[in-house]
């Protein structure tokens, strides 16, 4: 956005998450498995594994046959595993108190159940991610970054007829030996050089969330953890808090990232809300 400013742009079209509004169509491999198509689902998972580097038994389970496995079965499985783990492990700084009084393992659980059921077709799976209450909240945090500058984005890639026109896209435009998200594939083909059409990759941009967020933070992080606002201390153990940024300054890993930037980002909102004592 600093960079677009600098420009003049004034409006900027986003990329936010294509790959959802196309959809890679994975579920597809479950279609097949219902209705015994055992020839193109055996070629499928074979073009997967090859294009995506992925263990084969690995593909067909995740997307061919845990989808199939009745919700009992499953309900048994996370009891025996301990999948319905407290959230306080994948957020150790929030208080344990302040976890009980407001019930965050069952609001938790809650949302497990919903996540649990998972679809069983290509198009109940877009359906499902395309609708969810996920992006009005991300559209939400870029769209007030960018008014910062100021900033108007677009979002082309989540206009309704386009959304509307993939989710009815047959399973096979979606995914086709073994290409995730065909249809847009296809319709670049005088757009974009061959091998970025036929990239199978992308580039992970939690690492550089984790390392950009010390590098440039690091004065603003540390004078939160090293002093935290009074107001934290009723949701935050800021022990805990130092350990984890102490870790994180180390080791960089974006679990600790993520932590700690909640952390912050909850300290300054209480205080630019003047909802601190």
């Not at 960018?146 to 890639?157: C, D, Q």
């Not at 679990?255 to 909102?269: M, S």
Request: with cysteine; charged share 25%.
């Amino acid at each position: 956005c600093g960079v677009a400013k600098n420009y003049g742009i004034q409006v900027l079209l986003d990329g936010i998450d294509g790959d959802t509004a196309v959809s890679h169509g994975l579920l597809y491999l479950a279609e097949l498995f219902s209705v015994w198509k055992w020839r193109t689902l055996a070629n499928e998972v074979r073009q997967l594994s090859r294009l995506f580097n992925r263990n084969p038994w690995t593909v067909l389970w995740c997307y061919g046959l845990r989808p199939m496995v009745p919700q009992p079965m499953r309900k048994i499985w996370r009891a025996v595993h301990g999948a319905n783990w407290p959230v306080r492990v994948a957020n150790p700084a929030i208080k344990a108190d302040f976890a009980r009084r407001i019930k965050l393992v069952e609001r938790f659980r809650i949302i497990q159940e919903g996540s649990s059921k998972p679809a069983r077709t290509s198009k109940g799976d877009h359906w499902r991610r395309v609708t969810s209450g996920g992006f009005p909240f991300v559209f939400e945090i870029v769209d007030k970054a960018a008014a910062a500058f100021p900033l108007e984005l677009r979002h082309p890639l989540f206009d309704h007829k386009l959304v509307e026109f993939c989710v009815a896209l047959p399973p096979d435009q979606k995914l086709c030996s073994g290409w995730t998200r065909i249809v847009m594939r296809r319709a670049l083909a005088d757009a974009l050089p061959e091998e970025i059409r036929w990239r199978s990759g992308k580039t992970y941009l939690g690492t550089n969330f984790s390392q950009g967020l010390l590098r440039f933070e690091k004065p603003l992080l540390e004078a939160f953890v090293l002093n935290p606002p009074k107001i934290i201390d009723e949701y935050l153990d800021a022990a805990t808090l130092r350990r984890i940024y102490h870790r994180y300054s180390f080791k960089k890993t974006e679990q600790d990232a993520l932590t700690v930037w909640k952390a912050v980002t909850l300290g300054r909102w209480l205080q630019q809300t003047e909802l601190t004592p």
